[in-house]
């Protein structure tokens, strides 16, 4: 059985925020499904789970393309993809869904997500380990600035980190090298010195690897890398807790 090598922690940790710390963005498919229940009698006699397969299909697509701009108007860019998503039922041959009506299940969904952020269990009391190891540490989200900021006070993160850096607040997010350069440099550290810690794979392996920062992929579910992945973490973990010292 192999085993696993614990490596001493580093100087620096830059570390994700959502879907990291908070479970804010995970599993959209449960979320959108809640919702088309819902909406039942407005979207009826269409199947709400076939609606919010529909919609969910489609926002899959679209930000798999998305420029960075829409990461900034998170909203309007779930009106665009629930409307897009009933585009692609009425084409399928189902009737046609308003757009009032989408712009209110775009709404809703905006506020169950936001009502259902919740800190993992854990990840302040590792966070603090860290700290207490003598780490330093960066928040690097990507995202508008007032609601990631809202999220930074809400769930009490300022006091927590060194440096806090928010795509909105900034003007460049991951995975723009210059995100990550920014964090070690208000760290004082280099590359070799830290670690990146978060569950996108693009954001927080792919690029940071590049730069020679040791990246760790938290992948919450247990769902493993995605079939044909070629993306190689230097470590998978379930939660930060993984990574405080015994």
């Given at each position: 059985?192999?085993?696993?090598?614990?490596?001493?922690?580093?100087?620096?940790?830059?570390?994700?925020?959502d879907d990291t710390i908070l479970s804010a963005y995970g599993r959209p498919e449960?979320?959108?499904?809640?919702?088309?229940?819902?909406?039942?009698?407005?979207?009826?006699?269409?199947?709400?789970?076939?609606?919010?397969?529909?919609?969910?299909?489609?926002?899959?697509?679209?930000?798999?393309?998305?420029?960075?701009?829409?990461?900034?108007?998170?909203?309007?860019?779930?009106?665009?993809?629930?409307?897009?998503?009933?585009?692609?039922?009425?084409?399928?041959?189902?009737?046609?869904?308003?757009?009032?009506?989408?712009?209110?299940?775009?709404?809703?969904?905006?506020?169950?997500?936001?009502?259902?952020?919740?800190?993992?269990?854990?990840?302040?009391?590792?966070?603090?380990?860290?700290?207490?190891?003598?780490?330093?540490?960066?928040?690097?989200?990507?995202?508008?600035?007032?609601?990631?900021?809202?999220?930074?006070?809400?769930?009490?993160?300022?006091?927590?980190?060194?440096?806090?850096?928010?795509?909105?607040?900034?003007?460049?997010?991951?995975?723009?090298?210059?995100?990550?350069?920014?964090?070690?440099?208000?760290?004082?550290?280099?590359?070799?010195?830290?670690?990146m810690i978060g569950d996108n794979l693009e954001w927080e392996v792919v690029t940071?690897?590049?730069?020679?920062?040791?990246?760790?992929?938290?992948?919450?579910?247990?769902?493993?890398?995605?079939?044909?992945?070629?993306?190689?973490?230097?470590?998978?973990?379930?939660?930060?807790?993984?990574?405080?010292?015994?």
């Amino acid at each position: 059985m192999a085993m696993t090598v614990v490596k001493p922690l580093p100087r620096a940790m830059l570390i994700d925020m959502d879907d990291t710390i908070l479970s804010a963005y995970g599993r959209p498919e449960i979320a959108w499904n809640t919702i088309a229940e819902e909406f039942a009698g407005e979207l009826a006699p269409l199947p709400p789970r076939e609606v919010a397969t529909a919609v969910l299909a489609y926002a899959r697509q679209f930000w798999s393309t998305a420029e960075a701009a829409w990461r900034m108007k998170l909203g309007e860019a779930r009106r665009l993809t629930v409307r897009g998503g009933f585009a692609a039922l009425a084409a399928n041959g189902h009737r046609a869904l308003s757009d009032d009506l989408a712009a209110r299940l775009a709404d809703r969904f905006t506020t169950y997500r936001e009502e259902a952020i919740f800190v993992f269990p854990g990840a302040h009391d590792a966070i603090d380990a860290f700290k207490a190891h003598g780490v330093k540490l960066a928040l690097v989200t990507n995202g508008a600035a007032d609601m990631q900021r809202a999220k930074v006070e809400r769930f009490e993160l300022t006091h927590r980190f060194d440096h806090i850096q928010i795509e909105g607040e900034h003007g460049f997010g991951k995975p723009e090298e210059r995100a990550y350069l920014h964090a070690m440099e208000a760290l004082g550290v280099t590359a070799e010195d830290t670690w990146m810690i978060g569950d996108n794979l693009e954001w927080e392996v792919v690029t940071p690897q590049r730069l020679g920062i040791y990246a760790i992929w938290i992948d919450v579910h247990g769902d493993g890398l995605p079939e044909g992945s070629t993306v190689k973490p230097d470590r998978i973990i379930r939660s930060l807790t993984e990574l405080v010292p015994g």
